[in-house]
């Protein structure tokens, strides 16, 4: 008899071990009544994260819920669904998306298919229709292998200019633009209210930003930094990837090191310094604060080489 009940729950207690490992992806950190961090993991995108390997933002209003950034396509979008399940049984009515790197975005035709309207500055849907096959197929074909099966969808009445004001679910927020990030076309959603700022890839928290060859450079992604820093003066800062975070974190951690790239590579491509010699010799004087971040092993040789080389071709 036990044995049969065994061979019963056995079985149950596997598939709720599945579930629970699944929604432990993106952990659901309060940050001010009714508003929310998802955040998701700090290392790369894998099968049981499909490419959520990110942090999102929720707000819940009485109307619904406004979801800050989609996921990376329907997985990525399901993961975020589930975890908001946790807090609330209201829909997402809104998606605001704040880039164009497939996490931001490629979960936006699963929410919109379920009533939910996309929202975003008109540089942002400039780069995700710029970038969305590369997207795409980038998400296909990594760890993850997350095709989303639905197309690709962009807000379709894109917001002009760099500062939007809205009213969701009675709720006011701002959808800011201060210059490239990670991306050209990021963009920070603000609650002037609670001084809360998703701030989306501008700003890494907890691991080392990527500079990647989009279009983006170092030292713009430094000025829009600090663009954003000083107009908004956040009481907390909801980032990219990362934990929730004070200003003071944000500086140290973004901001810093982006001036720290600019003032060590910039003077070394300038005075035509061999790559390879510069890269070994910046790195090895990498701040230990700097060093000690998740994924500094594999990106910091890889950011210096990158700003070195930005800096080569002004
Ligand atoms: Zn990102």
Redesign the pocket.
Same mark, same amino acid.
């Given at each position: 008899m036990a044995r049969t009940l065994l061979k019963l729950l056995l079985p149950l207690a596997l598939f709720a071990a599945a579930l629970s490992a699944r929604g432990a992806v993106l952990d659901v950190v309060p940050v001010r009544a009714q508003v929310y961090a998802l955040v998701g993991p700090l290392g790369q995108r894998d099968a049981a994260n499909a490419g959520d390997n990110?942090t999102f933002g929720a707000v819940l209003t009485p109307e619904g819920v406004i979801l800050i950034d989609s996921g990376a396509g329907d997985a990525g979008a399901q993961l975020i669904a589930q975890a908001l399940r946790g807090v609330t049984s209201l829909p997402v009515r809104w998606v605001i998306n704040t #880039?164009s790197?497939d &996490?931001?975005w490629l979960g936006n035709a699963w929410f919109a298919a379920r009533g939910a309207r996309i929202i975003a500055l008109q540089a942002t849907v400039r780069e995700q229709r710029a970038q969305a096959a590369q997207e795409t197929q980038a998400l296909a074909q990594g760890p993850g292998a997350a095709e989303p099966s639905l197309a690709p969808m962009s807000s379709p009445d894109p917001l002009a200019g760099d500062e939007a004001r809205l009213v969701l679910g009675g709720v006011p927020l701002e959808l800011r633009r201060f210059g490239p990030g &990670?991306f050209p076309g990021d963009a920070v959603v603000w609650l002037p209210g609670p001084r809360v700022a998703f701030a #989306?890839?501008l700003v890494f928290a907890d691991r080392m930003l990527g500079l990647l060859d989009n279009g983006s450079r170092v030292d713009q992604w430094a000025r829009s930094f600090h663009a954003f820093e000083s107009a908004l003066h956040a009481q907390v800062i909801v980032p #990219? &990837?990362g934990r929730p975070c004070t200003p003071a974190q944000a500086r140290a951690q973004t901001g810093d090191y982006l001036d720290w790239l600019v003032r060590e590579t910039r003077p070394a491509a300038e005075n035509m310094e061999d790559l390879e010699q510069a890269v070994t010799r910046i790195d090895a004087a990498t701040p230990p604060g700097l060093r000690k971040l998740a994924n500094a092993q594999e990106l910091n040789r890889k950011n210096i080489q990158r700003a070195y080389l930005q800096f080569q071709m002004p």
């Open positions: 990110a #880039g790197q &996490h931001r &990670h #989306g890839d #990219g &990837h």
